[in-house]
């Protein structure tokens, strides 16, 4: 299952991390924290980003592109079309070789969870995340009356998936609130899958 190259790179303790979610979920605002960046002032993502964190003795790799950049459709279409070509082979690249799903979850937008579960499910099916762990980061708890850990995993019918192994911590990007402890999740996973295959 896990690409010999995959391997190889994990035994390089280095890491690809996907941040996805819907708009406005906090996901350039968590990256930032982790990165101890100021964030005050946070604007939506142009295109993606890429960032790199030393954590644990581990290279992370974090990449958060844009929603038309992984809308499966787009990903079957990617190579195909024309335009923004480099781009585009750089991020299919990105995408398959990733170790991680990092999915941001707002704890206040009670409206569009039914949206989030669809995205996430639909993601999940895509054969080039085949492999990949996910965490579900629920975000925003800071805020009070947000969504609970379990209304969340009821919500995004996290039990039910099997295809991937998963986890799911309650967050905030505001106070740090377990980022750390999300990141640990990250890179224990990645020494499990070493000792594993
Ligand atoms: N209260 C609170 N607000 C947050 C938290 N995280 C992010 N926000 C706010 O939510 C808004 C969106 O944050 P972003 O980090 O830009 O969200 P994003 O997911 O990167 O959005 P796109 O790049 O547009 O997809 C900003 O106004 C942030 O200040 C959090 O943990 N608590
Ligand atoms: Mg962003």
Redesign the pocket.
Known sequence: MLSILRKARLKDKEMRILML??????????VKRIMKED?TT????LGFIIKTIDFMGYKLNIC?P??DLWDSTVLTALGDVGGQKTLRSYWKNYFEKTDTLVW?V?ATDRLRVDDCRQELSGLLLEERLTGASLLVFL?????EHCMSEQEVRERLDLDSIKTHKWTILP?????GRNLNEGLEWVVQDAKDRLFLY
């Open positions: 979610g819907l708009d406005n979920a906090g996901k350039t605002t968590i964030v946070v604007s939506p993502t958060e844009t929603r941001v707002d975000n925003k708890t800071d805020v967050c905030s990007a505001m106070t």
